[in-house]
């Protein structure tokens, strides 16, 4: 692990970043890509502040965690930030993902172009329905879940995420933890346990809408 690498951990291995700056980098990271779709070569922060509603401060201070970005008098060069941030995130080499779980919401993850086109790539999806498994969806391998370890070592995957009912998830979550799978993107609604050296990311898409519906309800009863 290079130096710049080792301080974002402390001795215990845990990441010593605040979350919410994590957080923000990929956020910085989609806002630069739209300005080099739109022709840009530098930006600043004062720019960046304004599109993601934070202030220049905060930008500058975000980045400076992993590093000096800038130039003077001329602020961040796009495409370099852009390079910078995915080493960061170690989105800069491609990641080979499998899919657990191929109801609607499995579905439509493979069918998401956004995984690709940052550096994700759904090579195996598995499945303990017959009528699916050994078909291809969105020109992806659908197997049984029996098959997850001999896949997992032959397609180098590190990374699952997992589209399966609530009822199921803890037990897929055991099985993927024993073949070695390092982060897993849950979509089941519901709190999973994993080893220590698991990273588990949720996403609750109905909580995400409790979520705005409370602060649209409390930004009206403000008014």
Known sequence: MSESKSKLFNDQGELVIPKPVVGRLSLYLREVQHLIRDG???TNSTELGRLL??????VRKDL???GQFGHPGVGYRCQELVAAIKNIMGTNTAWNVALIGIGNLGRALLRYKGFHDQGF???AAFDVDDRVIGTQVEGVDVYP???LAKIVMQQSIRLV???VPSHAAQAVVEQVVEVGIEGILNFAPVTISVPSQVRVIGVDLAMELEQLAFTVVNRDSKS
């Open 64 to 66: 400076a965690y992993f």
């Open 145 to 147: 879940i029996q098959d």
């Open 53 to 58: 509603g934070v202030t220049d401060a905060q």
């Open 121 to 123: 790539q759904i090579v």
């Open 161 to 163: 995420t997992i589209a």
């Open 40 to 42: 840009r070569e530098t």
